[in-house]
Structures are given as structure tokens and as C-alpha cells.
């Protein structure tokens, strides 16, 4: 890393940084954040997040993947952040600090990465500094620390993988490509949706209108991306079939997404927040399986008592969601353009999407500032990508169900990008400065 960092911003200073930004973070951990609980509780979600400790607590005592010692073992999840939690909890005992405290490391360790991806943007100090600094105080960040959920250890693995796609596309050789589709392996079994990236990945190289060879090598390139890929989730594609019978690649909660997304869409009104409208739809699923005949324990979500259940449940959600959009294309388009302001705005409630509103609009037209000014400098080479993936994971999204929590862990890519644009009105104010002077 160190040979990354121009002399504009030299190693110590970056390690100095992050240095004092960890010691600030575990202020705020540990002082700050449960002292502002209570205030902060009917807003944002600042425990335990997704039934991700009942798996890991599992895990770690040796009753195997499941929610409940009674219920079945569970596709409901990828095993990624459960098993990452269990050698937590095996190491400090199950306790949310021992989880905020791994995901302040893990923000630690991806603000350096931030760093090193800022450095392929610019050599400004503004973004090689301000990026991974924006990352770890922006209050989604700050949010996601304070959970015990998956998205700290989908940043740092998502970073990593957006490291390894630039290398390879510098590089164009199969190693850079295979690493790319390892990490990618990686990042799709803590959580699933970039699944589908390299499509979009081969889809941006072949528009960029070289001829039929090139697209050949780029097609052959992308496919060991996706090979490699697969052989990492293979161990937990297996199992998956060894327990119902079917193939299911990732996991087992589409269904539920689309069921829920649906649900909310139809009823969101200003009397009706989206924290409500969800507690009702996991009341609606509850009532479906039991009049399906299903034995589950019940809670916000359905636990089962045969895994071949839950997959069949999660099934028939998904299969009658989208009959639904099909013979409804209004309602879809409607879910969808909703889905793409709740992706970075929806909160638990009203009051807390004004505040994302407040917290994210500059935030986002500062890095679409940046997105313009690096075109037009010539930047496209790398500002294009993480445009990529940004339009990835917003589309996926748009198309089930959104909320501004699922937008965290694209904080790092637009923290770069904003303090591109940043960069670019520093040095614009510099230069009219200088220029009055000189009159």
C-alpha cells in the first residue's frame, strides 16, 4: 500500500489518520452511542440486525446453521456474516460491544482500502483522505457499525473485489480475472446480490466498441471471473441440495423480499411508514403459511421445522409476487421508481427519511458532481466502474425491495466520487483566488 500513496499524501499521514479515526470510533462505541440509545432506537436499528446472532450463537455452541435449536437447518441466510460472527462470539462471548468492536475494525481496515481505491481516482488529498474519512463518519456508516449485521463485512469483501475487478481490467490477464471471481465468490456468500455483476461487468466492456476479437477475450476473461466464482460457493451449494433436494445458490429469502416489497408498496402512505407496513407484511406471510398447512416457529420471519419447507414457502412468496407485476405492469413500475428513492432515503419512518433526505442529497450530488467532472477530465477509466456498480446494486434492489440501509455499502464507492467533485471545487476556488490576485 505504501507505494500507492503519491507524496502528496504519504503513508504516515494516511496511518496517522485512520489512527485517530479509530480511537474517535471507539469513543463513540463505547461513550456516545449507548448513552444515545433510547434516542436513537425509534429511528435507526442499533442492535442486533436479521436474526444474524441467532445463527451465529448457534453456530458457535455447536447446534449447527439454524435460528432455534428446534427449528431446521436454514437457507434464509448466506453463511458468510453467521460464521464470522460465531469465531467472534467464540473468541469475546455473545455480546453486541464484541460485535460493534469487529465492525469498527472492519471500517478501520476499509477506509485503508478506500484509500487505495481513491488513489486510481485522483491524487488529491481531498480524496485520498476525505473518502475513507467520509466513509467512516457518514451517519450510515456510524448506523451499520453499531449493528450486529452483515454490512461491515460486505463492505470491507465488496472493496476488495472492486480491487481486484480494476487490477484486471488494467492487467486483461485470466490470474487478475480468477482473483477478481474469488473475491467475488467471497462477497456473495455474506450477501448475494452482486451475483449477477460480472454480466453487467462483460455488457460495460463489450460497449466500449472494440472489435469482435476483443470481445471474445473480454467474454472468455468474464467467464473464468464467473467459474471461479461458483467454485467458491460450491461448498454451500452442495449443502443446500444435500438439505432440500434443490439447487439453491444463494439464499432463501427472495421470496420474503418480494412479498414484502410488494406488500409496502401497495399501502405506503404518510400515515402508513415502511416499520409498519413491514411488521404487517411479516403478519401476512405468518397467516399464509399457516393456511398452507406449514408448522414454523413463528416471529418476523417463519422458522421451519423442515428446511424443504422453508424452501417451498419462500417459493410460492416469489412465484406469486411476480404473477402479481405480470398481471400488473402499473403496480411495477410503481414499486420500482419508489424502490429507487427508498434505496437511499426510507427510513423506519417518516421523520427519520426527512433526515436521510437531509444527510444524503448533498452527499449524492456532490459524487454525481464528481461522476461529471471525472468524464470530462478523461477519468472514465476508472470512475465508470464504480458507476457500474452503483447502477448494479441500485437496479437490483428496484426491482424487489429498497430501503436507505441497503445503500451502506455503497458508501465508500460514492464517499470516493464525492470527494472527487469536492476536489475539483477546491481547486476551481483556488484558482479564482489566485486569479484576483493577480488583477
Known amino acids: 500500500m505504501p507505494r500507492m500513496i503519491t507524496s502528496e499524501v504519504s503513508f504516515r499521514a494516511l496511518a496517522i489518520t485512520l489512527g485517530v479515526a479509530f480511537a474517535l470510533q471507539v469513543v463513540l462505541f463505547n461513550v456516545v452511542i449507548p448513552a444515545m440509545s433510547e434516542l436513537l432506537s425509534p429511528f435507526y436499528g442499533i442492535g442486533f440486525a436479521d436474526d444474524y446472532d441467532l445463527l451465529a450463537k448457534n453456530i458457535s455452541e455447536g447446534r449447527g446453521y439454524r435460528f ?152 472468455v476473461r468474464v467467464a473464468v471471473m464467473i467459474a471461479v466464482m461458483v467454485a467458491v460457493m460450491s461448498p454451500w451449494i452442495v449443502r443446500n441440495y444435500l438439505l432440500a433436494g434443490k ?43 399457516s393456511e398452507l398447512g406449514y408448522e414454523f416457529r413463528g416471529g418476523y420471519y417463519q422458522y421451519f421445522f423442515r428446511t424443504a419447507d422453508e424452501h417451498e414457502f419462500s417459493n410460492y412468496l416469489f412465484k406469486t409476487g411476480i404473477m402479481e407485476y405480470t398481471t400488473s405492469p402499473g403496480l411495477l413500475v410503481k414499486c420500482a421508481s419508489s424502490n429507487l428513492f427508498n434505496f437511499w432515503f426510507a427510513g423506519k419512518n417518516w421523520r427519520a427519511t426527512a433526515m436521510n433526505v437531509i444527510v444524503q442529497l448533498p452527499f449524492l450530488l456532490l459524487a454525481a458532481f464528481g461522476i461529471w467532472i471525472g468524464v470530462r477530465k478523461g477519468r472514465s477509466e476508472t470512475i465508470l466502474p464504480i458507476v457500474l456498480l452503483i447502477a448494479y446494486l441500485m437496479s437490483v434492489h428496484a426491482a424487489i425491495f429498497a430501503q436507505a440501509r441497503y445503500s451502506v455499502p455503497l458508501i465508500p464507492f460514492v464517499s470516493v466520487l464525492a470527494c472527487y467533485g469536492l476536489a475539483a471545487i477546491v481547486n476551481m476556488l483556488r484558482a479564482r483566488a489566485t486569479t484576483k490576485g493577480l488583477q
Open 247 to 289: 439447487f439453491v445458490p444463494t439464499s432463501n429469502v427472495q421470496g420474503l423480499a418480494v412479498h414484502a416489497g410488494q406488500y409496502i408498496c401497495k399501502r405506503l402512505t404518510f400515515d402508513n411508514g415502511i416499520q409498519k407496513l413491514d411488521r404487517e407484511a411479516a403478519a401476512e406471510r405468518g397467516r399464509l403459511a
Open 68 to 219: 432455534f435449536p428446534d427449528t431446521a437447518p436454514t437457507m434464509m441466510r448466506e453463511p458468510g456474516y453467521p460464521l464470522f460472527l460465531s469465531a467472534v462470539f467464540s473468541v469475546f462471548g455473545y455480546s453486541l460491544p464484541a460485535a460493534r468492536f469487529a465492525n469498527v475494525v472492519l471500517a478501520i481496515a476499509s477506509a485503508a482500502i478506500i484509500a487505495v481505491l481513491a488513489r486510481r481516482v485522483s491524487n488529491h488529498r481531498t480524496v485520498i483522505l476525505g473518502a475513507p474519512l467520509l466513509f467512516l463518519f457518514h451517519p450510515g456508516t456510524v448506523v451499520a457499525e453499531s449493528r450486529g449485521g452483515y454490512e461491515l463485512l460486505f463492505v470491507f469483501s465488496l472493496l476488495l473485489f472492486m480491487l481486484a475487478v480494476f487490477r484486471a481490467l488494467e492487467e486483461r490477464r485470466l490470474r487478475w480475472y480468477a482473483l477478481a471471481g474469488f473475491a467475488l465468490g467471497c462477497v456473495v456468500l455474506i450477501r448475494s446480490t452482486p451475483v449477477l455483476f460480472p454480466l453487467f461487468l462483460l455488457g460495460y466492456l463489450w460497449l466500449k466498441g472494440r472489435d469482435s476479437s476483443a470481445r471474445l477475450a473480454d467474454g
